[in-house]
């Protein structure tokens, strides 16, 4: 058997595991002895095991390996001839820094569309970070299933715990803000930091840690046009709706100038009334006005003009002639107030000053 002198791996960083083993077509593997070079890049360990069980991890650096720094696999291996007998042992390279753009994808379910009562498939994709935060837990773990350990196998691996929780989430948020499976888009961000907390809970068990996981897209699946139909519906739907909400938002914007606009109509009732015809009758509303002194303001003005009004009528009419006058007045104040000039607290008001006046 060959005997290896330097022991290295400089391979993809998306190989989060690489077992040594030998480049040659010799099927079995190469022997480590002391003395060996052994080295160790950033963000790596290397852990050595024998039988299956893990005996010596090192750390970062250009070891040579000897009973110091491999004490438990000297004492297990039982080295002879001054400590440079040959031995096996199976090394692992453990990628401690993060692994980056490891994708995943659903297959398509099926999602109730509220409105219109058809099930609309959907899918989602997207992406994750990880790093190995445990060497030790991680390949007590996994040892044994595969010599190199990537980003795709743990895809794999975790394939239904990616499916199952993205699935079960999307559902659980879209029916919390009811929402139709052509609006999911609006919840990736929800849907991706809620499942990032589970799928961690799960890797935490394997030594693993996840610092990414995104969603990119949790598109509909257009096969066939029954589907096709709804979307154009519903995109037509909300098309409207859109139009709908800027009109309201024009209107609220110019809700002051809405309300000028309504007084405006209002005086132009009032003036139908006012002067009572073309020949300038002060008995029409107009007169009213001017005489309960309401021009402006009217609140303010009203009972002292309604005063001087009873003493001029005391003085120039007699008993019934001021009844008469009374009652027209109060004719003309329900005029007032059916054109929203007066309120109902203001006539009230005056209508009891009036009646107390009939004699």
């Known amino acids: 058997m060959a005997i290896l002198d330097v022991l290295k791996y400089e391979g993809s960083n998306d190989v989060l595991v690489w077992k040594w083993r030998s480049e040659s077509n010799d099927s079995r593997e190469n022997e480590l002895r002391m003395g060996s070079q052994l080295i160790v890049n950033e963000s790596q360990e290397t852990c050595f095991?024998?039988?299956?069980?893990?005996?010596?991890?090192?750390?970062?650096?250009?070891?040579?390996?000897?009973?110091?720094?491999?004490?438990?696999?000297?004492?297990?291996v039982g080295l002879v001839y001054g400590g440079n007998s040959p031995f096996t042992a199976e090394v692992y390279f453990v990628n401690k820094?993060?692994?980056?753009?490891?994708?995943?994808?659903?297959?398509?379910?099926?999602?109730?569309?509220p409105t219109f009562k058809v099930p609309i498939p959907v899918s989602c994709r997207g992406s994750f970070a990880l790093v190995v935060e445990d060497s030790k837990l991680?390949?007590?773990?996994?040892?044994?299933?595969?010599?190199?350990?990537?980003?795709?196998?743990?895809?794999?691996?975790?394939?239904?715990?990616?499916?199952?929780?993205?699935?079960?989430?999307?559902?659980?948020?879209?029916k919390e803000q009811d929402l139709s499976p052509l609006e999911l888009e609006s919840i990736v961000f929800e849907v991706a930091g809620a499942v990032k907390s589970i799928i961690n809970s799960h890797l935490q068990e394997f030594g693993l840690a996840l610092k990414l996981f995104n969603i990119e897209s949790i598109p509909v699946i257009e096969d066939n046009q029954r589907v096709k139909?709804?979307?154009?519906?519903?995109?037509?739907?909300?098309?409207?709706?859109?139009?709908?909400?800027?009109?309201l938002k024009r209107r609220a914007e110019n809700l002051d100038v809405y309300k000028v606009e309504r007084s405006f109509d209002t005086t132009e009732k009032a003036a139908e009334n006012i002067g009572g015809g073309q020949g300038g009758d002060t008995g029409g509303i107009l007169g009213t006005m001017v005489g309960l002194g309401m021009v402006n303001p009217i609140a303010e003005q009203m009972g002292n003009?309604?005063?001087?009004?009873?003493?001029?009528?005391?003085?120039?009419?007699?008993?019934?002639?001021?009844?008469?006058?009374?009652?027209?007045?109060?004719?003309?104040?329900?005029?007032?107030?059916?054109?929203?000039?007066?309120?109902?607290?203001?006539?009230a008001e005056k209508k009891k000053e009036l009646l107390n006046k009939l004699k």
């Open 49 to 76: 095991y024998k039988g299956g069980q893990l005996l010596d991890v090192l750390g970062p650096g250009t070891h040579t390996l000897s009973t110091k720094n491999l004490p438990v696999l000297s004492k297990l």
């Open 97 to 113: 820094a993060v692994s980056m753009d490891a994708k995943f994808g659903l297959m398509p379910f099926n999602m109730m569309e």
């Open 138 to 174: 991680f390949l007590t773990k996994m040892i044994g299933t595969v010599k190199d350990f990537n980003t795709n196998t743990l895809s794999e691996l975790f394939r239904g715990v990616i499916s199952e929780n993205v699935k079960s989430t999307i559902s659980k948020i879209s």
């Open 229 to 247: 139909d709804v979307v154009s519906k519903f995109q037509e739907i909300m098309a409207q709706d859109v139009d709908e909400r800027m009109r």
């Open 305 to 347: 003009m309604m005063a001087k009004n009873a003493a001029d009528t005391n003085q120039d009419t007699s008993s019934s002639n001021e009844n008469e006058d009374i009652i027209k007045l109060l004719k003309q104040l329900g005029e007032l107030k059916e054109v929203g000039i007066l309120t109902e607290e203001e006539f």
